[in-house]
């Protein structure tokens, strides 16, 4: 019909059509056209009474939204308490992605639900978005150490700009263990349940069952193009609770942490850090098929996240006397060798930062500004060799936490394979 329809069926089975540009016709029981025609108003035009207020009746759909009755306290966030890393991306990644905040993202999360005057994103990449240069958008929330239970989330929106309300949205949350992105529950806003004082609208989705997750994503609900217009938000509220590091093994509360054994993604941040080469080496492993290489000497750690420095994502185990909970450990355990026949020392360090924690050498160190140094053997092996040891004990039986890794080789290159955290000894042979 060429325009938005409303249809009644006729007694005969044929169809009566009316457009919402006026176009009224008869289809008999084929949708053959019998007769068409387009209604005109019997009201003059002028130029007077065309800026005269309409008093025609109008109607509104209500009640498809979900929106609470009474929108939450915009404190305490999570988003907030874990100083989540809040981006806009498109998907698949592109070139430019994440996208350029036009304000401090910190606005999002200060607990003032003041809008800034203008749009989050450059309308130009409102405008890529599904245009076959670009892919869709998403707003991704990534809490980067904490696993959260996540039980609702609540928008400040721009008062002035219903047009660019976040009406029709899905959250969806990454699922760790299947490493994919689960699809979670619908954002739904009619524009009613909400409430708000002067500039702003405020509305609170509760979930049905709490999702458990370190990261999160707002992405279309598949119909259109999100977000429709641009993001005028002036706060962004994750209601819920930290649950403790998000660690796929301190998450399912094991004995065991593997903190690499094959798998890539878990160092995908230990790249190289200035001018000293970092490689995954795919033979001479110790387990498996797959070893840490430095290839020459050098130094290598995480690469530098803002605000949380040279870390890594998952990672925030704590080294204790005796574990018990979640996220607790005390033995570690790793292999590592010489790479060439020039290396003359091979170390290891595990700590909160760059920096501090303990330094494992054999034959001569790396030097780690503020960590307990500790020799493990006289020269670098050059076979594989394990080491055990009791970080407890190491850090003078004081607590540490392990956010960081750090590999150092003097003379030639070294490889590291199998690092593990413990509860006990034991665990470890198990």
């Known amino acids: 019909m060429e325009a938005l329809p409303v249809t009644a069926w006729l007694k005969d089975g044929g169809l009566l059509v009316g457009t919402w540009m006026g176009r009224l016709s008869r289809l008999n029981a084929d949708y053959v056209a019998t007769w068409s025609t387009t209604l005109q108003s019997d009201a003059k035009t002028s130029d007077l009474n065309l800026l005269s207020t309409d008093t025609t009746p109008t109607t509104r ?9 009474e929108p939450a306290p915009l404190t305490p966030n999570l988003l907030t308490l874990t100083e989540a890393l809040i981006d806009a991306r498109c998907e698949p990644t592109s070139s430019g992605d994440p996208r350029t905040w036009q304000h401090k993202v910190d606005l999002l999360r200060d607990g003032d639900p003041a809008v800034p005057k203008s749009p989050w994103l450059e309308w130009t990449d409102i405008s890529y978005v599904d245009s076959g240069w670009k892919g869709k958008l998403v ?23 219903p047009e660019s309300w976040t009406r029709d949205t899905r959250l969806e949350w990454w699922d760790a263990t299947a490493e994919k992105w689960q699809t979670g529950p619908y954002l739904l806003f009619d524009g009613h349940a909400a409430s708000g004082g002067g500039d702003t609208v405020t509305h609170t989705h509760w979930f049905d069952k709490p999702l458990e997750a370190a990261k999160f994503r707002f992405v279309s609900t598949g119909g259109a193009s999100w977000p429709v217009g641009n993001l005028r938000w002036g706060e962004l509220v994750f209601h819920g609770e930290v649950l403790g590091p998000s660690h796929p093994d301190a998450v399912a509360n094991r004995p065991v942490a593997v903190l690499f054994d094959e798998r ?7 790249l190289a850090y200035g001018d000293y080469p970092f490689a995954f080496r795919y033979d001479d492993a110790a387990s498996g098929g797959k070893c840490l290489a430095l290839t020459r000497a ?51 360090r595990v700590g909160p930062h760059h920096g501090a924690g303990v330094a494992l050498s054999a034959g001569e160190p790396t030097p780690f500004e503020g960590a307990v140094v500790v020799k493990q053997a006289a020269s670098a092996p050059s076979s594989w060799e394990t080491v055990r040891v009791d970080l407890w004990k190491l850090h003078g039986s004081k607590p540490f936490s392990i956010r960081s890794l750090s590999l150092g080789a003097i003379g030639g290159g070294a490889l590291f394979d199998r690092i593990r955290l413990g509860r006990t000894e034991k665990d470890l042979n198990d």
Do not use: C
């Not at 991704?140 to 721009?158: C, N, P, W, Y």
């Open 61 to 69: 759909m209500e009640g498809w939204g979900n929106a609470a009755p």
């Open 139 to 161: 707003v991704q929330a990534d809490m980067f150490r904490s696993q959260v239970r996540l039980k609702g989330i609540t928008i400040v929106e721009d008062a002035k700009h």
């Open 264 to 270: 890539e993604d878990v160092l995908k941040n230990l």
């Open 298 to 348: 050098g130094l290598t750690t995480a690469t530098y996240r803002p605000p949380f420095g040279h870390v890594l994502p998952n990672w925030d185990f704590e080294i204790v006397e005796n574990p018990e909970r979640s996220g607790q450990y005390r033995w570690l355990e790793f292999s590592w060798k010489a790479a060439a026949p020039d290396t003359k020392g091979v170390s290891l």
